[in-house]
């Protein structure tokens, strides 16, 4: 059964004529009748009294209604495609780790904003598990998240790099570590830390850096926002070490330091993923551009070269 075979069908029903029905179609009468013929041996099922005026059958009353919703649902679904493909996607939804969310997004929000006023933005701070499961899920069109591995092999997936930052330590302004104008792996590893909860590459990043340093990562505390960090690392003896990107804050708080580590300078690669089908989507695409802009100047202090050298 072909979408023409029931465009005919409906013709004939709404005119009472094949003859008509053909120059509503702008097809010769004989096609119509072609078609109709062949809708009738695949249902084997007659559909019309030919008669002066063709009136429809039992079975031809029994497939109206179905005929045109089938018809009403692909012209809507062609207009709707359509819309896709120009650009009137009605909203953009993006899941994002939360120093993303922070400091990378606010101006690339404004500018697409300004861009595509008449798509609704919708952002929502995960981790990168998260960010990526609902990204597969179908339930974002975007995700902002920490590289890794598995993504390289994700043939439906386009990944962006956008930027890699050095990770820091972050310690209250009192903090014995302070001492240091570089913290030691093997002086990390004798204080408690406060670590991201599981699902966040971040903590995969540095028990995987302990290991390979030959020390223990004491975790003696789980938490999944920044401005959490900053509350209990105020507090006294815990630690945390955080991308640069989320100690921005950090650096203007009076009771709070940030120091680099010693070599090896642990670094973290953020990229952005979307499906190899939602990239060829005017907005989808637009935001993307926007977002790998913002990324190529988004960490450029002049400490920055020198920290990542000491890799």
Same mark, same amino acid.
């Given at each position: 059964?072909?979408?023409?075979?029931?465009?005919?069908? @409906?013709?004939?029903?709404?005119?009472?004529?094949?003859?008509?029905?053909?120059?509503?179609?702008?097809?010769?009468?004989? !096609?119509?009748?072609?078609?109709?013929?062949? $809708?009738?041996?695949? $249902?084997?099922?007659?559909?019309?009294?030919?008669?002066?005026?063709?009136?429809?059958?039992?079975?031809?009353?029994?497939?109206?209604?179905?005929?045109?919703?089938?018809?009403?649902?692909?012209?809507?679904?062609?207009?709707?495609?359509?819309?896709?493909?120009?650009?009137?996607?009605?909203?953009?939804?993006?899941?994002?780790?939360?120093?993303?969310?922070?400091?990378?997004?606010?101006?690339?929000?404004?500018?697409?904003?300004?861009?595509?006023?008449?798509?609704?933005?919708?952002?929502?701070?995960? =981790?990168?598990?998260?960010?990526?499961?609902?990204?597969?899920? =179908?339930?974002?069109?975007?995700?902002?998240?920490?590289?890794?591995?598995?993504?390289? !092999?994700?043939?439906?997936?386009?990944?962006?790099?956008?930027?890699?930052?050095?990770?820091?330590?972050?310690?209250?302004?009192?903090?014995?570590?302070?001492?240091?104008?570089?913290?030691?792996?093997?002086?990390?590893?004798?204080?408690?830390?406060?670590?991201?909860?599981?699902?966040?590459?971040?903590?995969? &990043?540095?028990?995987?850096?302990?290991?390979?340093?030959?020390?223990?990562?004491?975790?003696?505390?789980?938490?999944?926002?920044?401005?959490?960090?900053?509350?209990?690392?105020?507090?006294?003896?815990?630690?945390?070490?955080?991308?640069?990107?989320?100690?921005?804050?950090?650096?203007?708080?009076?009771?709070?330091?940030?120091?680099?580590?010693?070599?090896?300078?642990?670094?973290?690669?953020?990229?952005?993923?979307?499906?190899?089908?939602?990239?060829?989507?005017?907005?989808?695409?637009?935001?993307?551009?926007?977002?790998?802009?913002? =990324?190529?100047?988004?960490?450029?202090?002049?400490? &920055?070269?020198?920290? @990542?050298?000491?890799?």
């Amino acid at each position: 059964m072909r979408l023409e075979q029931l465009e005919a069908f @409906l013709s004939v029903a709404d005119t009472g004529s094949f003859q008509a029905a053909a120059r509503h179609c702008g097809v010769t009468q004989s !096609t119509i009748s072609r078609q109709i013929q062949a $809708l009738e041996v695949e $249902l084997d099922a007659t559909l019309f009294h030919r008669m002066a005026q063709v009136k429809l059958t039992v079975a031809g009353e029994a497939l109206l209604p179905r005929a045109r919703r089938i018809c009403q649902d692909w012209q809507l679904a062609t207009r709707e495609i359509a819309d896709l493909m120009a650009g009137q996607q009605p909203e953009l939804c993006v899941a994002a780790i939360h120093s993303v969310c922070s400091h990378l997004l606010p101006p690339v929000l404004q500018q697409f904003c300004q861009d595509y006023p008449h798509v609704q933005m919708r952002v929502t701070a995960l =981790g990168s598990d998260r960010s990526l499961k609902v990204l597969r899920d =179908g339930l974002v069109d975007i995700a902002i998240v920490m590289d890794n591995e598995r993504l390289a !092999t994700s043939l439906d997936m386009q990944v962006i790099p956008l930027y890699q930052e050095p990770v820091e330590v972050l310690m209250g302004v009192d903090h014995p570590l302070t001492e240091h104008p570089r913290v030691p792996w093997a002086a990390l590893a004798q204080y408690p830390h406060v670590v991201f909860k599981d699902g966040y590459g971040m903590q995969r &990043l540095v028990q995987a850096q302990f290991e390979q340093s030959g020390g223990t990562l004491h975790a003696a505390l789980e938490l999944n926002t920044l401005d959490a960090f900053r509350g209990v690392v105020r507090q006294g003896q815990m630690v945390a070490l955080l991308p640069q990107s989320a100690l921005a804050d950090s650096r203007h708080d009076p009771a709070l330091a940030v120091r680099p580590t010693e070599a090896p300078v642990l670094t973290r690669r953020v990229v952005l993923v979307t499906t190899r089908d939602r990239a060829a989507i005017p907005p989808i695409q637009h935001f993307c551009h926007l977002v790998h802009e913002r =990324g190529a100047v988004f960490l450029s202090p002049p400490e &920055l070269s020198e920290l @990542l050298s000491m890799r």
